[in-house]
């Protein structure tokens, strides 16, 4: 069996070198950390660290580079790795970003248990696998975590933080100050629940959403503006609590004043939708109206939307909270 590397206090390493990966990586460097970036295709490293200096110098000549190093400083901290056990070596923290497939993560796991000492975090990008199941007979459960990223994590800062049954409350306290300290707004779920909290939210919106489109009330074009031109506004600074409080002469007042609205309203939803069918047709066919669905008007969709985001993120950060 493999012995345990050491886990002095100093890196990070980041397993996987896609989408994710790679954000997580400028992440980590924009707060001044050293990063050793794994793949299991060589060829995804390499074209990571050509990747992340376009971007990071991108970043800096229009002013959005995170943290107080400059870019070229913070891409000195980024290193490739062709070996597992090497870019663990020293790490106080693991994020792994590999494809969300059960089996995958597992077998990656089960190789990190053996190569890691009881210090180093063991966390995982999952955006719905349950830690029960990730982290299942680990002999370093207790400091196992989920660490949720919202795609892109560069510009939305959300991480949610999900325990297995036996993680250490330490190991959520250090994940939680290690987000804090590289500018994400982490929570923390206080038990696992299938969604997570954040696509538990989205998936009432879409089924919503799509109800009332099938069922003819509204175009789906109209549908997205009552989120991007009315909700979206306000849940970009408050969330749905919050509203509730300050709608009304505070909380107690709103549930006194809406409750039973709210409860009729609630009797009415529908069944869980298909998501197929002649209503999936109507609103694809409206979506490539305004975003025609080939890789080239997608990605310029995309590149748009992140700007968008970077710049709200930036707004927040200079308004009080
Ligand atoms: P991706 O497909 O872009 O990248 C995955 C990378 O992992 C690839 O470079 C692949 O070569 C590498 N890989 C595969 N097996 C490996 C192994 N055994 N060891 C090391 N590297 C390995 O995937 P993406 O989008 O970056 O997603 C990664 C994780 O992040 C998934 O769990 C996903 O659910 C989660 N996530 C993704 C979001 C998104 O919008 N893409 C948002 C939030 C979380």
Redesign the pocket.
């Known amino acids: 069996m493999a012995s345990p590397v050491s886990s002095a206090p100093g890196g990070v390493a980041v397993?996987?070198?896609?989408?994710?990966?790679?954000?997580w990586a400028m992440l980590f460097a924009s707060a001044g950390f050293r990063v050793k970036l794994?793949?299991?295709?060589p060829r995804?490293v390499t074209d990571?660290l050509v990747s992340l200096r376009k971007e990071m110098k991108m970043l800096e000549m229009s002013g959005y580079l995170k943290g107080e190093l400059g870019a070229e400083e913070q891409l000195s901290l980024i290193s490739g790795c062709s070996d597992?056990r090497e870019a663990v070596e020293g790490a106080l923290h693991v994020q792994?970003?590999?494809?969300?497939?059960l089996e995958?993560?597992r077998?990656?796991f089960a190789?990190l248990d053996k190569i890691t000492d009881d210090h180093v975090v063991l966390s995982?990008?999952?955006?719905?696998?349950l830690p029960s199941k990730l982290f299942a007979g680990l002999a370093h459960v207790k400091q196992c975590l989920v660490a949720?990223?919202?795609?892109?994590?560069y510009y939305v800062p959300l991480v949610e933080l999900v325990p297995h049954p036996e993680t250490a409350p330490a190991t959520v306290d250090r994940t939680y100050a290690l987000m804090r300290r590289v500018g994400q707004s982490p929570v923390r779920l206080l038990r696992e629940v299938d969604g997570f909290a954040l696509n538990r939210l989205q998936y009432a919106v879409i089924a919503e959403a799509w109800r009332l489109v099938e069922e003819g009330v509204v175009s789906p074009g109209d549908l997205d503006l009552v989120m991007s031109d009315g909700l979206g506004l306000r849940y970009a600074f408050i969330g749905p609590l919050e509203t509730m409080h300050l709608n009304a002469e505070g909380m107690l007042s709103y549930c006194d004043r809406y409750s039973e609205g709210m409860k009729r309203v609630l009797k009415t939803f529908g069944p869980i939708p298909e998501f197929s069918g002649a209503t999936a047709e109507k609103v694809h066919q409206a979506m490539c109206v305004k975003v025609p669905d080939d890789a080239e008007h997608l990605a310029a969709r995309r590149a748009w939307r992140d700007g968008c985001l970077m710049r709200l993120a930036q707004l927040k950060h200079q308004l009080p909270q």
């Open positions: 397993v996987g070198s896609g989408l994710i990966g790679r954000s794994f793949d299991i295709e995804q990571a597992l792994e970003c590999v494809p969300e497939n995958m993560k077998k990656l190789q995982s990008s999952s955006s719905c696998l949720h990223p919202v795609n892109p994590p």
